[in-house]
């Protein structure tokens, strides 16, 4: 089973930046393409950013501009930078794995997500 955890969530103002990684106990890393999820109270799984094992970045259109996603597979790693947070991106935010070069939007294409990491945007 692959391991997989979520690190560097928390709470932040309005207009301020997070920082979230991702780290994965596999071997082959590079081998999987990386998706980043959040769900808010009350809401479904969101897709907001994959990469591939390419390295090619997908980012929904709520997030566009806003975040960037990056891999290091020497240390099976990925990074989400978040910058200009909203209200709005309150929610949980889970990264998974899905042993396929192409990303996905469908949380049901990956199979192994981590335990999830809060981010609180509020003034």
């Known amino acids: 089973q692959l391991q997989v955890a979520e690190s560097g969530g928390g709470y932040v103002q309005p207009g301020g930046s997070l920082t979230l990684s991702c780290a994965f106990d596999v071997s082959a890393f590079e081998t999987y393409a990386i998706g980043w999820f959040r769900q808010a109270p009350g809401k479904g799984r969101e897709s907001i950013s994959c990469?591939?094992?390419?390295?090619?970045?997908v980012y929904a259109e709520s997030v566009k501009g806003r975040v960037t996603i990056s891999r290091d597979n020497a240390k099976r790693t990925v990074t989400l930078q978040m910058n200009r947070l909203q209200v709005a991106d309150t929610a949980v935010y889970y990264c998974?794995?899905?042993?396929?070069?192409?990303?996905?939007?469908?949380?049901?294409?990956?199979?192994?997500w981590g335990q999830g990491t809060q981010v609180t945007v509020s003034s």
């Open positions: 990469i591939s094992t390419s390295g090619g970045p």
């Open positions: 998974a794995s899905r042993i396929h070069y192409y990303c996905s939007a469908f949380a049901e294409d990956f199979d192994n």
